[in-house]
């Protein structure tokens, strides 16, 4: 193993294990923000005990994503220098706006959403809980802003600075609004929104299945499941138009995602398997069904991976896989969702247990397909680390050896696993705890 592909696994390693908590935070921070709208507008103290409750979950999920984050900023200097040096320019201006407009704004409230109850009023606390939930919307798209410049980068010209080539910004709107910015962006926030809502939706579903804080359980159950409905149909529809932003400006990364390697008429693959050898997809595929999601034509030629040198091509099975995952839980996602809607129409959700389960275990569901999107875009842009620029084998931080790296790899892999193992069992107390009696109390002498 060389260092390149040790720095590689490093930063994929820290960056999916820090992706497990900010998409959680900036759902949770959404319906926080509907169920204190909801106790201040009919001050019924069960949405003042169910505020109470998830703002404690979210305190201990936010803390883990600060924690997880700041590592990955370190290794773009210590295992990416030559990256940093040729993106800092434009990187320097959305992580500084982040920290402006989305960290501060988060943090600044933070303490008067966590703390703040019985010091500021009943408004004041929810436009805390507005702002906090607006601080982890800005973040995201600071955050996307930086990864899709990368993806289709705009606004810049290049110039030479001590022997390399570096980007620097003539245009922040243009990088700002990139070719794939706001698309990538409703796609990782309905994904965020996803990931909120079937976290909810776990917890409550275990609640009913043991009997326990039922009124609670029901009304949070309710308005995750309306959140978590929504959020995957528009997820859906995000996802096509990220799709075709894709098939406009990196047609290699789209051929990857089906396996489609001879320019022409697209087939959508639905399951299969990619030989890159005989550069031949085997599985079951809809003709002609890619040409027409993207050109709405099913005979219109889709560019194929032949027609980029072999050295130019990501990995394509690897890709294909993740990306089909992706597709594969997403559509799992709106069945369930969609299930869950109709017996809870029918008033027959709490009689099929088999369903209950099936939200029990479904706060996978979200974590996996943003696991697997993030993978499938990130390795499909292979081997560029920015498109048509850079490449991502001239990135990386030369001086830095292999055995560094494998030994940190090895530390941050520890470290992260006890986070991890205490964050298991802080939240696991937290749900066998349950929601306060005593925030119920509050609740009725406060309305």
């Not at 933070?110 to 919307?137: D, P, Q, Y």
């Not at 470290?415 to 749900?431: G, Q, R, S, T």
Request: hydrophobic share 55%; with cysteine; proline share 4%.
């Amino acid at each position: 193993m060389d260092t390149l592909f040790l720095s590689r696994l490093q930063f994929g390693l820290t960056i999916a294990f820090h992706y497990i908590f900010p998409p959680i935070s900036i759902g949770l921070g959404l319906l926080l923000v509907v169920m204190e709208g909801l106790y201040l507008k009919t001050r019924d103290p069960l949405y003042h005990q169910m505020t109470r409750f998830w703002v404690r979950v979210f305190g201990l999920v936010f803390s883990l994503g600060v924690a997880t984050g700041i590592v990955m900023e370190f290794q773009f200097g210590t295992n990416w220098s030559a990256y940093s040096r040729f993106v800092g320019d434009v990187f320097g201006s959305a992580l500084a706006a982040e920290g402006i407009f989305a960290f501060f704004l988060e943090s600044g409230f933070l303490a008067i959403l966590l703390f703040g109850w019985n010091k500021v009023s009943a408004g004041m606390h929810f436009f805390s809980t507005l702002m906090v939930c607006l601080g982890a919307h800005f973040s995201a798209v600071w955050i996307v802003v930086a990864n899709s410049w990368q993806q289709t980068p705009a606004g810049f010209h290049l110039v030479a600075r001590d022997g390399s080539a570096r980007a620097e910004i003539t245009d922040f709107w243009a990088v700002v609004f990139n070719p794939s910015s706001l698309d990538r962006l409703w796609h990782v926030l309905m994904g965020a929104w996803q990931a909120g809502a079937f976290f909810v939706l776990s917890v409550a579903a275990w609640y009913l299945l043991k009997k326990r804080h039922e009124a609670f359980a029901r009304a949070s159950f309710k308005i995750a499941l309306v959140v978590a409905m929504g959020a995957s149909l528009l997820q859906l529809v995000s996802g096509h138009s990220s799709a075709g932003v894709v098939a406009r400006h990196q047609p290699a990364k789209l051929a990857a995602f089906e396996g489609h390697y001879a320019t022409g008429p697209g087939d959508l693959a639905l399951l299969g398997w990619v030989d890159e050898s005989a550069e031949k997809m085997t599985g079951l595929a809809m003709p002609g069904m890619l040409s027409f999601l993207v050109h709405w034509d099913a005979s219109a030629p889709v560019t194929g991976l032949r027609e980029f040198p072999p050295a130019d091509r990501p990995p394509v099975n690897l890709v294909f896989q993740s990306y089909h995952l992706m597709v594969a839980v997403g559509m799992g996602l709106i069945g369930l969702a969609a299930l869950g809607l109709f017996f809870l129409w029918r008033k027959t959700l709490e009689s099929k247990r088999w369903l209950l389960w099936a939200f029990v275990f479904s706060v996978l569901g979200p974590q996996a397909a943003n696991q697997a999107g993030w993978f499938s875009a990130e390795v499909g842009r292979q081997p560029w680390i920015v498109q048509g620029l850079l490449r991502t084998s001239d990135g990386f931080s030369p001086v830095v050896s292999a055995g560094e790296v494998l030994f940190s790899i090895v530390l941050f892999s520890l470290v992260y696993l006890m986070l991890f193992i205490l964050f298991i069992f802080l939240l696991n107390h937290k749900i066998q705890h349950g929601p306060s009696e005593e925030d119920l109390t509050v609740g009725r002498q406060r309305a």
